[in-house]
């Protein structure tokens, strides 16, 4: 390391070797030193650090703390401790050792993690292609992390099956932050596989139990319970009884959002069960005290809006304002849900054709692009019962042979 520290403090300071080796020591010897390839005496380091003004014992304290802080920023990113998030993130990109060779493939990576935590797509990728173009050399955990963060950057690109084949290439022997499992259960259950998804769910939900990590406990917990549901209605006596465990969690931990999901999911079981009035209520409560500025929030609001709409428990007067409030969250954050809010605002005026041609021109394009695979089947079994509806056979024809042919009915 002191060879590295002598190189970098050089290069910082625009020195050559030739300027800093007089009466010291040979070029050559030095240039061997920087590299790490021969023996050297003390002396000689002492005066090399003189003539930089640095202080070993403190550089080289500095280089571990970096290190360390990059490993903690990654640590943190998994607990989801946000606080300490921004305080690490801050640290460490004012940190001139960020530049140091030695860490650029660590700070990469790690500054990939932190936007991708952010939903960051854009500044996250710029960090995933400066290692993929510059020719940095990786160990076996650096290539696995890579491939961890194109897993994440793919899901949150709507790209699952990419995000499906990196998360399953990883080397388990070489990388063990296994929290990769919860991105690859994500990524099988937006692919509708619902086996695979329980699967790395279940793996994932026993990591972080085994870790104390409750906050990430909650969020496989719910992903297991969507998957118990996904091909039937699982007995709802212990299906409640989960979800209400998971009420009384998110209350402890103080974990409000978490707490959103956890409602918006239970409504989202319940409509499925056709308990409208009961799906209704929780829909209330996750948007009461979701964050009313964010895309989680335009998310719940569909899902509220829908059931009001099937069940007529909601007036469409107030439908309305609720998909023109869900249309300007969409615009603000460049959300697809602008497509479904577009479609409910023509549904609810009982514009029915140019609702439905929301669907076939706008919805289902979008979703076959990005390969969500969920969102595909949603849509096409809407739209082929609209056919039906107005007998149109033709279209409903070979909409039938697309959701045949679904992995979920196989």
């Given at each position: ?21 007089q ?13 790490e390839?021969?023996?050297y005496?003390?002396?000689?380091i ?48 004012a ?31 710029y ?100 998957q ?5 209605a ?36 319940l409509?499925?069960?056709?308990k409208?009035?009961?799906?209704h209520?929780?829909?209330?409560k996750?948007l009461?005290?979701?964050c ?33 409030k ?54 096409e ?30």
């Amino acid at each position: 390391m002191e060879g590295r520290i002598i190189k970098y403090y050089r290069e910082a300071k625009k020195l050559t070797q030739k300027e800093i080796v007089q009466g010291i020591c040979s070029i050559t010897h030095l240039s061997k030193i920087e590299r790490e390839s021969t023996q050297y005496s003390s002396e000689i380091i002492y005066m090399l650090c003189e003539r930089l003004e640095i202080n070993m014992e403190e550089e080289i304290e500095r280089f571990h703390q970096f290190k360390r802080k990059m490993t903690d920023l990654q640590k943190q990113i998994i607990i989801q401790d946000d606080e300490r998030i921004e305080q690490l993130k801050k640290e460490l990109t004012a940190n001139s050792l960020r530049k140091v060779p030695d860490f650029q493939a660590s700070y990469f990576l790690t500054m990939a993690r932190y936007f991708l935590y952010k939903m960051k797509v854009t500044e996250a990728y710029y960090f995933i292609n400066q290692l993929q173009k510059e020719v940095i050399e990786l160990t076996s955990f650096e290539e696995n992390s890579l491939k961890h963060q194109l897993g994440i950057y793919y899901f949150l690109t709507g790209r699952n099956k990419d995000c499906i084949r990196e998360l399953s290439s990883i080397d388990h022997d070489s990388y063990h932050q296994n929290e990769y499992y919860y991105h690859l259960a994500l990524a099988y259950y937006a692919a509708n596989q619902n086996v695979q998804a329980y699967y790395y769910g279940k793996k994932a939900a026993d990591y972080f139990h085994s870790t104390m990590n409750v906050n990430r406990m909650i969020d496989s917990e719910t992903l297991l319970l969507v998957q118990l549901n996904a091909k039937g209605a699982h007995d709802f006596k212990e299906t409640k009884d989960r979800y209400e465990a998971l009420f009384r969690l998110c209350e402890e931990c103080g974990e409000v959002e978490r707490k959103a999901k956890v409602y918006n999911n239970f409504a989202y079981d319940l409509h499925k069960r056709k308990k409208y009035t009961e799906a209704h209520y929780y829909y209330l409560k996750a948007l009461e005290i979701a964050c009313e500025n964010s895309p989680l929030y335009a998310m719940f609001l569909e899902n509220y809006i829908h059931n009001g709409f099937i069940s007529g428990l909601v007036h469409k007067k107030e439908l309305l304002q609720e998909v023109r409030k869900g249309i300007e969250l969409a615009k603000t954050y460049q959300w697809s849900g602008l497509f479904t809010f577009e479609f409910y605002s023509f549904l609810i005026e009982g514009r029915e054709e140019e609702a439905y041609a929301i669907i076939e021109n706008k919805l289902l394009p979008y979703y076959r692009q990005s390969g969500d695979t969920l969102m595909i089947e949603k849509y096409e079994q809407r739209l082929f019962a609209y056919y039906r509806k107005i007998g149109d056979v033709e279209n409903a024809f070979e909409l039938a042979k697309s959701l045949i042919a679904s992995p979920t009915l196989v």
